[in-house]
């Protein structure tokens, strides 16, 4: 627990939206810049007074692999202030504001501007690693002449040829993310119907959550607009009936509406510490009471981290679930949410792998009544800053005095952090 009381004063968001769509022509600084601009002017802090900018990502471009220093100068932030990025898959937002957090807690700044980005509109894409091989030699090479030149193709396939996306796979199990969450599923006993519900039900809270205007507060309007177009409100089981396995085929559970898309956006994040945000005359919104990672195993509990890391962060607080009001899941599948709730609500697994502290049983109506990661979609480094923010609005609007939020994240890594309602 923080020694002394670090606060989020506010946070702000971009329209989630699917890849290849609105943000197709913006690069993933454009984003994370638009999102720091947006909340310096929602907040109106002079940008003198940033102390210290940390900023989320996952698939990086070389040219902005700094993308925390890059958008911070472009968003208006004192070249002076320094930056650096962070990244730890879904859950680099997360890390990045903790990280801020740390460094509060540690005397090192008083003043935090966090969050992160992702774009999947315009992902690296490289050369084989033959050819790069060959490419890195062409000077040499070359200045033989012809010959020299033709020593280059010596040994080429043709597959050799075909260009390099980003790796979906874990690079340590070589699985594709949805195998470990159908697997996760049947381990835990979530059919197909249960998944196909939770699906519908984000869809639906997302999209009456925009019609009440319960995001207007928290999202900045790109093109006037800051609705989410991955948002459907008007799904149903009979159409998530209609959709076939996308990872496990053809006996799989999951489907393309039970896992969440690949979308772009960015999300940003102003945290202080108390004093410091008083002094400036600004009303906190939360108090960031708690944080804790955890890791598992990758292989068999890839996405069952949040079940451990809730586990750590709630007897870190002495709090029990019942005196948690909002809670905020990243779902990152249906399937994977579900599970990790059987597994908190079981007193053998507790017994078994967490030391007999059981979390509870989580009612569904304290989770993600806004709408979630399936709904809104899940631009990888950003999802943290959505997270943090829509809690704190959520107990502001009388649901709670404590939020609980929690995330997986590839390698079998999990964040989970507690939220108190600010009062002086």
């Not at 962070?86 to 966090?114: F, H, R």
């Not at 000077?139 to 050799?160: F, H, I, N, V």
């Not at 959520?394 to 600010?422: F, P, V, W």
Request: glycine share 10%; net charge neutral.
């Amino acid at each position: 627990m923080a020694s002394k009381r670090i606060v989020l004063v506010d946070g702000v968001r971009l329209p989630f939206q699917l890849a290849s769509t609105v943000y197709k022509k913006d690069l993933a600084v454009d984003l994370a810049q638009k999102a720091m601009k947006g909340l310096l002017v929602k907040t109106a802090l002079d940008p003198a007074l940033v102390d210290y900018v940390l900023y989320g990502t996952v698939i990086q471009e070389c040219r902005t692999s700094n993308i925390a220093r890059e958008a911070a100068i472009n968003a208006g932030i004192p070249k002076s202030v320094p930056a650096h990025t962070v990244s730890q898959a879904c859950i680099s937002a997360s890390q990045a504001i903790t990280t801020g957090a740390e460094k509060i807690l540690a005397g090192q700044a008083e003043v935090v501007l966090a969050g992160g980005c992702e774009t999947f509109s315009d992902v690296p894409i490289r050369f084989s690693k033959p050819i790069r091989s060959r490419l890195l030699q062409a000077g040499k090479a070359m200045k033989k002449g012809p010959m020299g030149a033709l020593s280059l193709l010596k040994g080429l396939q043709l597959r050799d040829l075909a260009p390099e996306a980003p790796a979906i796979a874990n690079y340590t199990t070589g699985e594709v993310m949805g195998h470990s969450a159908d697997r996760l599923a049947a381990r835990f006993g979530v059919s197909r119907d249960d998944q196909d519900h939770y699906a519908v039900r984000s869809h639906h809270n997302a999209a009456a959550a925009h019609e009440q205007g319960l995001y207007k507060d928290e999202v900045v309007p790109v093109g006037g607009e800051i609705f989410e177009n991955n948002i459907k409100g008007d799904t149903n089981m009979d159409k998530m009936a209609k959709l076939k396995p996308a990872f496990i085929k053809p006996h799989g559970t999951i489907t393309a509406g039970s896992a969440s898309p690949l979308t772009d956006g960015a999300s940003a994040v102003l945290i202080m510490s108390e004093d410091r945000a008083l002094k400036l005359g600004l009303t906190p919104k939360a108090i960031i009471k708690a944080w804790t990672y955890a890791a598992v195993d990758p292989f068999e509990d890839l996405l069952l981290g949040p079940t451990y890391a809730t586990a750590q962060v709630m007897s870190q607080t002495g709090l029990s679930i019942n005196d948690i009001g909002v809670v905020e899941f990243h779902e990152a599948f249906a399937g994977q949410v579900l599970a990790n709730l059987t597994a908190m609500a079981s007193d053998s697994f507790a017994q078994e792998n967490l030391g007999g502290f059981k979390v509870g049983d989580i009612p569904m109506e304290k989770i993600n009544t806004q709408g979630g990661s399936l709904s809104i979609g899940h631009p990888f480094g950003a999802t943290g800053g959505r997270l943090i923010t829509t809690a704190a609005n959520r107990m502001l609007r009388g649901e709670g005095n404590y939020a609980l939020l929690t995330a997986c994240a590839d390698g079998g890594l999990a964040h989970s952090c507690i939220l108190e309602r600010y009062e002086k």
